[in-house]
C-alpha cells in the first residue's frame, strides 16, 4: 500500500459529460502529480501542484482542470468528456525533491 | 524536454538474466529512475541513480552512464511475478516532474 488513495476505482461515463478524480496523497506529502496511461501508453504528465500551488504543467487539455486543497487531498476535473479521454487516471505524491514517486492504484475511466 | 526510449518487449525464461535498456534526451538531468508495473496495478518505484555506475538491490540492478545519457536495468534470477511492465523516467531538474518512458513489457517463460 502506497498510501496514496484515489477514488473512485473505475469510472464509466457518456461523451460530453464531466467527471471529478480525488486523490489523497500520502500523510506529509506536499507534492501530488496527476498522469494519464492509455492503452499500450507510457504515463503522460499532466500537472502538479505542491501544497495548494500549481507548479508544472504537462500535456493536459484545456477540457481539463486541477486543485489542490489545503488539506492537501487535489482534484483532477475532466469536461466535455470524449472517447479519447478514456485511460486510467493516477495519482502521485512525493515527500522532498530526492524522494520517489508514490502512485496511487488509479481511476479507470470509459467513456461510452 | 525530455524524451526516452526503451525496448516496448522483452521475453526471458524463467531463472535467467534480462537487461531492459533505456536512452535518453533531456535538457538538464536529475537523475534516472525505473519503476514496475504489474498490469491493472500502480506503478512502483525500483530504483535511482543520480550518478555513473551500477546500484544493486535485491536481484535488480541500475546502470547509468550519464556521458552516454544511457541506463539500463538487470533483473537476475527471474521469477514470473518479474513478468510486468518496466519505466524508466528522468527529470530535467529537482523540482521538476518525473517524465516517463513508454515501458517496456517483460515476459517470463518457463
Known amino acids: 500500500d502506497s498510501g496514496v488513495t484515489q477514488t473512485p476505482k473505475h469510472l464509466i461515463t457518456a461523451t460530453g459529460q464531466r467527471v471529478t478524480l480525488r486523490c489523497s496523497p500520502r500523510?506529509?506529502?506536499?507534492?501530488v502529480y496527476w498522469y494519464q496511461q492509455s492503452l499500450d501508453q507510457g504515463l503522460q504528465f499532466l500537472i502538479q501542484y505542491y501544497n495548494g500551488e500549481e507548479r508544472a504543467k504537462g500535456n493536459i487539455l484545456e477540457r481539463f482542470s486541477a486543485q489542490q486543497f489545503p488539506d492537501l487531498h487535489s482534484e483532477l476535473n475532466l469536461s466535455s468528456l470524449e472517447l479519447g479521454d478514456s485511460a486510467l487516471y493516477f495519482c502521485?505524491?512525493?515527500?522532498?525533491?530526492?524522494?520517489?514517486?508514490?502512485f496511487g492504484n488509479g481511476t479507470r475511466l470509459t467513456v461510452t | 524536454g525530455q524524451s526516452l526510449e526503451q525496448p516496448s518487449e522483452v521475453t526471458a525464461v524463467e531463472g535467467a538474466i534480462v537487461q531492459i535498456n533505456c536512452t535518453y534526451q533531456?535538457?538538464?538531468?536529475?537523475?534516472l529512475s525505473w519503476y514496475q508495473q504489474h498490469d491493472g496495478g500502480a506503478p512502483t518505484f525500483l530504483s535511482y541513480n543520480a550518478l555513473d555506475g551500477l546500484e544493486e538491490t535485491g536481484r535488480f540492478s541500475s546502470f547509468l552512464s550519464r556521458s552516454d545519457s544511457y541506463g539500463y536495468l538487470l533483473l537476475q534470477e527471474l521469477q514470473m511475478k518479474d513478468s510486468a511492465s518496466y519505466f524508466c523516467?528522468?527529470?530535467?531538474?529537482?523540482?521538476?516532474?518525473?517524465?516517463f518512458g513508454k515501458g517496456t513489457r517483460l515476459s517470463v517463460i518457463a
Open positions: 533531456t535538457s538538464g538531468f536529475y537523475g
Open positions: 500523510s506529509g506529502d506536499l507534492s
Open positions: 523516467a528522468v527529470r530535467g531538474s529537482g523540482n521538476t516532474p518525473l517524465v
Open positions: 502521485a505524491s512525493r515527500g522532498d525533491y530526492n524522494s520517489p514517486l508514490h
